[in-house]
Every structure is written in structure tokens, then in C-alpha cells.
């Protein structure tokens, strides 16, 4: 169906672009109150950013516009390339997105049928779209599950298999939406191994503080839909003012220790 063909045209005038830039992004839900007020942000090619803030600060409603499931006002660029009706599948190959509740991103009869679905679409020959479905499968832990029923899954498994349906895509732009949530100790540690190893663009939205800590150099910090904090990472977890204004319990000088050491 879809063809990657058009897509060197983002890559090769624009070598030096920014991975993500978003100038003034509003957005209201049809419903209710405006959930992102004017967001200006850019995110260089290789950076690592968590999206911190409390619930309802506008994370989510931020990565939606990453590739388009929303459409604010403002723009959204990727790799130069605004996001236009028109484009939208171009940027969808650029960028993969994890939803934060994972039955929003499974619904296939089965894990191999969903983790296949994005490089089936994106027109790759079958035993490129079967090794990329074996290896994302593998790096999230799920290998021998191909076969089984997405939605009957554990919450973890269920996330796991969300993140490799991300993964075997191959974008060079990763938004994941509390990646870490409702994952086991263990398969949390194998997940920040895994994301550490990877080199793609990363915008992480989370909760998990040690997870910036470890994982994402950058962090921006957001609320009632605007950006309250743009900065290093370790700058910004050691300002426990900053913090609890944001409604983010900083993380013990304890726990940092202990967890640092492991
Ligand atoms: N589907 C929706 N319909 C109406 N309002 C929504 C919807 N999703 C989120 N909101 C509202 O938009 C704002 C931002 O929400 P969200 O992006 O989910 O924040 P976060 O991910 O930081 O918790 C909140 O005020 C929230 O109540
Ligand atoms: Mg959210």
C-alpha cells in the first residue's frame, strides 16, 4: 500500500535539520480546556528528551501531534518537513509512536500480525517485514509469542508487544508515551537497557524520574500546556523546587544511591 520512495526527499535537502521542531502548537480538545497553549521546542537528531509533568500537563496530547493523529494549530516539523495532510505518511515512516495504554496500539488477531503491520505497510518485501518482526519481538522479551492474542495478554506483555510494534518500524524518531508503566521490575530494566542501546531521537514521556535519569540527557518539563522547564537532565532532578511545583516527587538522595549502584 503505502511506499517509502518519496521518502529520501525529507532526508537529503535538509541534512541539518532538527529531528522535531514545534512552533506555538495549541491544541483544545473539542471537549474541554486547551491542552497544549503555543509549545515551541526543538529536538536536535540523537538527542534524548523525557516530558516530564504532572497528569494532565499535556504529554500525551504532545506526541499525538508528533505524527499527526492530532492536528493543532501552529506547526510540527520533522526533519524540516512540515506535517501536512499531504505528507502524512512520510512523517509516519520518521516517526514511531508509542500510545500510553497499549490496547490503543493492538488489534491484530495476533502478536506477529500486529508487530509486522507497520513494514507490511510500509511496502517491504515479506522476509525484510518477518526478520524486523523476529528481532523487535526479540528485543522487548516477547519472542514465542508470535502466535498468541494480542488482547489477552498481561498489561506488561500487552507493552511490551506495543513497543516492538514501534520498534519494527525502523523510524529514526521515537515518541513513547510512558514507556516504562505497568512494566515488571525486570522487564523495566531490560527496557532502559534496550532504549539505552538504541540510536535514535527519543521524546519519552514518563513518570519513571530514574528512567530520565539514566536514559535521556535532555529533559522538558511541562504544564497546564506550556514548557516550565527546558534543560539537562540531572540539572533539572536536583531542583526540588522546580519539582514539586510540577507536582513530581523528586527522587531520594537514597534511591539514587541504591539505584546507582545497581
Ligand atoms: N480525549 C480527550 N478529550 C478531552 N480532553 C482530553 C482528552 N485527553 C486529554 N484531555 C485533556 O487535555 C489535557 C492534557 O492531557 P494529556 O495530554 O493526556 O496530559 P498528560 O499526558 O500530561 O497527562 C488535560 O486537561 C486532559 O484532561
Ligand atoms: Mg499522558
Known amino acids: 500500500m503505502t511506499r517509502l520512495d518519496e521518502t529520501p526527499r525529507i532526508e537529503t535537502h535538509n541534512a541539518t535539520a532538527s529531528a522535531v521542531e514545534l512552533v506555538g502548537l495549541s491544541f483544545a480538545y473539542p471537549d474541554g480546556m486547551p491542552a497544549l497553549r503555543g509549545i515551541d521546542l526543538r529536538v536536535e537528531p540523537g538527542e534524548k528528551v523525557a516530558l516530564l509533568g504532572p497528569n494532565g500537563a499535556g504529554k500525551s496530547t504532545l506526541l499525538l501531534h508528533l505524527n499527526g ?24 515512516a520518521k516517526v ?8 490503543d496500539q493492538l488489534f491484530s488477531p495476533t502478536v506477529l500480525d500486529d508487530v509486522a503491520y507497520g513494514p507490511l505497510h510500509m511496502g517491504l518485501p515479506r522476509e525484510e517485514v518477518l526478520e524486523r518482526t523476529r528481532v523487535a519481538l526479540e528485543q522487548v522479551g516477547m519472542q514465542g509469542f508470535e502466535d498468541r492474542v494480542p488482547h489477552r495478554l498481561s498489561l506488561g506483555q500487552k507493552k511490551r508487544v506495543a513497543i516492538a510494534t514501534v520498534l519494527s518500524m525502523g523510524t529514526p524518531i521515537l515518541a513513547l508515551d510512558e514507556p516504562s508503566a505497568s512494566l515488571s521490575p525486570v522487564a523495566r530494566r531490560e527496557l532502559i537497557d534496550l532504549l539505552q542501546s538504541l540510536p535514535q531521537t527519543m521524546l519519552i514521556s514518563t513518570h519513571d524520574l530514574a528512567l530520565a535519569r539514566d536514559l535521556l540527557p535532555r529533559t522538558v518539563v511541562l504544564d497546564e500546556g506550556r514548557v516550565v522547564a527546558d534543560g539537562a537532565t540531572a540539572d533539572i532532578l536536583e531542583d526540588a523546587d522546580l519539582l514539586v511545583a510540577h507536582g513530581l516527587e523528586p527522587l531520594s538522595a537514597h534511591r539514587h544511591q541504591h539505584e546507582g549502584a545497581g
Request: no cysteine; glycine share 10%; aromatic share 10%.
Open 69 to 92: 493523529v492530532f492536528r493543532g494549530q501552529g506547526e510540527v516539523r520533522i526533519f524540516a518537513e512540515r506535517l501536512t495532510e499531504a505528507n502524512l505518511r512520510l512523517i509516519r
Open 96 to 103: 514511531g509512536l508509542l500510545f500510553s495504554n497499549p490496547d
